[in-house]
């Protein structure tokens, strides 16, 4: 029997990468990896011009081959660049999947939102 050799995960291609959100909203950042066998972790961080950090994994929800990071920006600071890296018993990711986390106004009203598409 042959053995099927083993693949770290990569980004899976086509994914949504520009996360219009207003402060105080909720994204929901989803990371699609390929990879075999299936990640058995995915690791997320933050980046923006004055910081970089590891996002803590409360916020994080990870699926066989997807992870999503719940992301609430408060300030202007909270704008920026999410990568995501996925791990497998091959090794871990070696590029990560980047989004990034843009302003955009919060629609109060639904006509105001249907006019403004």
Request: proline letters at 6%; hydrophobic letters at 35%; glycine letters at 4%.
């Amino acid at each position: 029997m042959r053995e099927v050799d083993a693949d770290k995960p990569i980004c899976k291609p086509d994914q949504k990468r520009v996360y219009g959100v207003a402060r105080r909203e909720d994204a929901r950042v989803i990371c699609e990896v390929e990879a075999y066998p299936a990640p058995d972790s995915f690791r997320w961080s933050f980046n923006n011009t004055a910081e970089n950090f590891d996002v803590a994994q409360a916020h994080i929800q990870n699926g066989p081959y997807l992870s999503t990071l719940t992301y609430t920006p408060k300030n202007e600071m909270d704008y920026g660049t999410v990568m995501c890296w996925a791990s497998n018993t091959a090794g871990q990711q070696r590029e990560p999947c980047v989004f990034h986390i843009i302003a955009a106004e919060r629609c109060y009203k639904a006509a105001h939102c249907i006019e403004a598409l």
